[in-house]
């Protein structure tokens, strides 16, 4: 992220997904590997534009990366920056990465 490189990572996240219908992904970690002092949510937009084309909101949940989010910003800011990376989904579609998913990836009982 920091070098703002999707390759070759992207394609290897495609290959890795094609040959394994049962997989999640996490959206974690990402300010952490952006300028840890100066990223901004439009730095991991196009990470998380990736993540979603490949796995679908069914498929991602949202891991805040915590404490380790700590060496680049607080909960909260992760949390927001995330938010802004989701805010052209659908609620639904929210809802499934920030909570449905980890439910039904984890087999969390009701």
Known sequence: IAQRAM??????????????????????GMVTEAGWRHWKSQDLQPYVDAVLSIFGP????????????????????????LDDCLSGLTEEERSQILGASAIEAYRLPL
């Open 58 to 81: 069914s498929r991602c949940l949202f891991g805040s990366d915590w404490p380790v989010c700590l060496v680049a910003a607080d909960y909260q800011s992760v949390k927001r920056a």
């Open 7 to 28: 390759e070759p990572w992207a394609g290897l996240m495609r290959s890795f997904r094609a040959h394994r219908d049962h997989v999640w992904c996490k959206l974690s």
